[in-house]
């Protein structure tokens, strides 16, 4: 690879992902309340509504005139009642709430390596940025998570506009960073997003991929382990 200046991550299932799942944090959510969900069937309403919701209202709802409170609230309840829960309970807007607080809290646990990586990339003089398609908490979780000050910028798809894999997000951290596309790597978990998106604007991309067995054919670069990056920068 060229030499490399700039580090771009992916956040969400790159750096941390949910802790125990989706299914199985708002099931918890709902059992205090007195509800009993079943996590796997949470799981597969949240995919099918996430995927209606970001069709609908994109960019949670950036450029609907939502706020991505009022997105997520809608979202949680579209899954809680595709779950099974009445519609008309009375306890379904508490227990939607609840659970989108306890992600603007909690809910997150690190990637194994993470903080490691992130720690030599900055011990290695490298400018290290966030790309996520994430809303507009992205700064605050990562704070929580205390790993925010190895970041020299975070980019978020709310506040840049653009998600993931649109060129215009990966633009904008080039021309924060002041670095060469070709200086640049990008590294993620998502194969159009974090591994073919980078490409488009010239810069180099590396699939972080922990299951080897389902790597996407063409992809040249891959990682299993996140600590595996530091081999190529």
């Not at 903080?115 to 990339?121: A, C, D, G, R, Y």
């Not at 590294?187 to 974090?194: A, E, S």
Request: proline share 3%; charged share 20%; net charge neutral.
């Amino acid at each position: 690879m060229s030499q490399v200046k700039l580090v771009t991550l992916d956040v969400t299932n790159t750096v941390m992902r949910v802790l125990g799942g989706v299914g199985h944090q708002y099931s918890s959510i709902a059992k205090i309340h007195g509800i009993e969900l079943d996590p796997d069937v949470i799981n597969q309403a949240f995919r099918t509504k996430f995927k209606e919701q970001n069709k609908q209202f994109p960019i949670f709802g950036s450029k609907s005139g939502l706020t991505s409170r009022q997105w997520w609230d809608t979202l949680v309840q579209k899954t809680l009642t595709q779950s099974g829960m009445d519609s008309k309970d009375n306890k379904l807007s508490k227990i939607s709430q609840d659970i989108c607080t306890h992600f603007e809290t909690e809910g997150w646990m690190l990637i194994p390596d993470s903080v490691h990586v992130l720690q030599e990339l900055k011990n290695r003089n490298f400018k290290v940025g966030a790309i996520s398609n994430f809303d507009d908490t992205l700064e605050n979780v990562l704070r929580r998570m205390s790993i925010l000050h190895y970041f020299d910028f975070v980019l978020s798809a709310w506040t840049v506009g653009h998600a993931k894999p649109d060129p215009e997000i990966y633009l904008k951290a080039l021309n924060i960073a002041k670095t060469a596309a070709s200086e640049s790597i990008h590294v993620g978990d998502d194969y159009q997003n974090d591994y073919l998106g980078p490409k488009k604007v010239g810069m180099q991309s590396i699939l972080f991929c922990p299951d080897v067995s389902n790597i996407p054919t063409g992809v040249k670069c891959s990682i299993a382990n996140l600590s595996d990056l530091l081999k190529y920068v």
